[in-house]
């Protein structure tokens, strides 16, 4: 098993930032794709940027240019630097570790970007 626990959302101001960080603990050896996604109000759960099993990233074009995915394997976490925050960035942000065919997930952080 896998746990995951998210920090660092808040409440900020568009054009500001915030970075949010997923510590990761127990079977963390056999974790794949590993990333954040987030869920708007009324709307379905969306990427927003993972690393891939191979260590690549992916972004979602919304965010492209604004937000850097980054992790430190001393301290098994992922991080997302979010810069340039816009109203529509406003969602519950959730951590996502893949194993194998199962995916598990954080209890999510809310950020809020007022405008």
């Known amino acids: 098993q896998v746990r995951l626990v998210e920090s660092g959302g808040g409440l900020v101001q568009a054009g500001g930032s915030l970075r949010l960080s997923c510590a990761a603990s127990?079977?963390?050896?056999?974790?794949?794709?590993m990333g954040w996604y987030r869920q708007a109000p009324g709307k379905q759960r969306e990427l927003v940027s993972t690393?891939?099993?191979?260590?690549?990233?992916n972004y979602a074009d919304s965010v492209k240019g604004r937000f850097t995915i980054s992790r430190d394997n001393a301290k098994n976490t992922v991080y997302l630097q979010m810069n340039s925050l816009k109203p529509e960035d406003t969602a519950v942000y959730y951590c996502?570790?893949?194993?194998?065919?199962?995916?598990?997930w954080g209890q999510g952080t809310q950020v809020t970007v007022s405008s």
């Open positions: 996502k570790a893949a194993v194998g065919l199962y995916d598990y």
């Open positions: 127990g079977s963390i050896f056999a974790i794949g794709a």
């Open positions: 690393f891939t099993r191979g260590g690549n990233t």
